[in-house]
């Protein structure tokens, strides 16, 4: 039993700063590739930021320059610093975690999301 909670949504000006962190509880051994996705009205959802457990990440294009990914290990929780907001942020953000939970079992989770708003 795993659950991922998204928080540190809201409503922010453009050129404004949000950080989203993304929780991990329940029976967890490890953690191994985690990631922030985002769907926006009208539009299919896409991968934002990755992050390995050995702290390798990758970014969309529309983002680079201004999100950075980053993970705490040990508080098994990954965090979106984003800067520089856009309108076109704007958002439902959700975190996604491959989370190795027995030794011989592993399961990719999704949180239920957290709302970006960025005003123009």
């Known amino acids: 039993q795993v659950h991922l909670v998204e928080s540190g949504g809201g409503l922010v000006q453009a050129g404004g700063s949000l950080r989203l962190s993304c929780a991990a509880s329940?029976?967890?051994?490890?953690?191994?590739?985690m990631g922030w996705y985002r769907q926006a009205p009208g539009k299919q959802r896409e991968l934002v930021a990755l992050?390995?457990?050995?702290?390798?990440?990758n970014y969309a294009d529309s983002v680079k320059g201004r999100f950075t990914i980053s993970r705490d290990n040990a508080k098994n929780t990954m965090y979106l610093q984003m800067n520089s907001l856009k309108p076109e942020d704007t958002a439902v953000y959700y975190c996604?975690?491959?989370?190795?939970?027995?030794?011989?079992?592993?399961?990719?989770?999704w949180g239920q999301g957290t709302q970006v708003t960025v005003s123009s």
């Open positions: 996604n975690a491959h989370i190795v939970q027995y030794y011989s079992h592993s399961n990719y989770y």
């Open positions: 329940g029976r967890i051994l490890s953690i191994n590739n």
């Open positions: 992050i390995t457990s050995g702290g390798s990440t």
